[in-house]
């Protein structure tokens, strides 16, 4: 049984930070690169982070380019993102998402830059 359970949204003001977090079950989670996806509303869903299945490399959308850091924990099954910088247009709500399974999500974590 896949599960994606993402965690660790919330109300930030411009410029702070947030640390959201994937608990990923039901496939080899160290064999797969993971992504992190956000989706504000009435727009598309946008891919803003990758790494590989080791972790030893990563890539990232133009916006959040130097103030996104993806990683993860293969001992812990767990893949974090942390957000530092916040913008007002980083308000989102962000899933995690693996190769393994492209169409399968969780249910997100809303995160919200706002003063």
């Known amino acids: 049984q896949v599960q994606l359970v993402e965690s660790g949204g919330g109300l930030v003001q411009p410029g702070g930070s947030l640390r959201l977090s994937c608990a990923v079950s039901?496939?080899?989670?160290?064999?797969?690169?993971m992504n992190w996806y956000r989706q504000a509303p009435g727009k598309e869903r946008e891919l803003v982070a990758y790494?590989?299945?080791?972790?030893?490399?990563?890539r990232y959308a133009d916006p959040v380019k130097g103030r996104f850091t993806i990683s993860r924990d293969n001992t812990k099954n767990t893949v974090y993102l942390q957000m530092n910088s916040l913008k007002p247009e980083d308000t989102a709500v962000y899933y995690c998402?693996?190769?393994?399974?492209?169409?399968?999500w969780g249910q997100g974590t809303q995160v919200t830059v706002s003063s």
């Open positions: 790494i590989t299945g080791g972790g030893g490399g990563t």
């Open positions: 998402n693996s190769e393994y399974m492209k169409n399968f």
């Open positions: 039901g496939f080899r989670f160290s064999y797969y690169a």
